[in-house]
């Protein structure tokens, strides 16, 4: 819930929608971008390695690949505190 604090706390001045939802992330993430007429799409990353990391990255990948809306990556270890 840390970084869900600190990821908050970051777009607070901005309009945002955040939702909590389960299943296949990438299926999730386009449709609801996709309803939502999302403006961007913002995913976290952290520096993990390994498997972790490729999925993550493959996530990530997957919804780039998906959508036409952009998607920015935040690196969680550089957010503040």
């Given amino acids: 819930m840390e970084h869900l604090d600190?990821?908050?706390?970051?777009?607070?001045?901005l309009d945002h929608r955040l939702e909590v939802r389960g299943g296949n992330p990438v299926e999730e993430i386009v449709s609801l971008a996709d309803r939502a007429n999302a403006d961007y799409?913002?995913?976290g990353k952290s520096n993990r390695s390994g498997?972790?990391?490729?999925?993550?990255?493959?996530?990530?990948q997957h919804?780039?690949?998906?959508t036409?809306?952009?998607v920015i990556l935040v690196d969680q270890n550089s957010m503040p505190s």
Avoid: K, W
């Fill in 51 to 60: 498997s972790a990391q490729l999925m993550v990255g493959n996530v990530a």
């Fill in 68 to 70: 036409e809306v952009p």
């Fill in 41 to 43: 799409i913002f995913l």
């Fill in 6 to 13: 600190r990821a908050l706390s970051v777009v607070s001045d």
């Fill in 63 to 66: 919804v780039l690949e998906r």
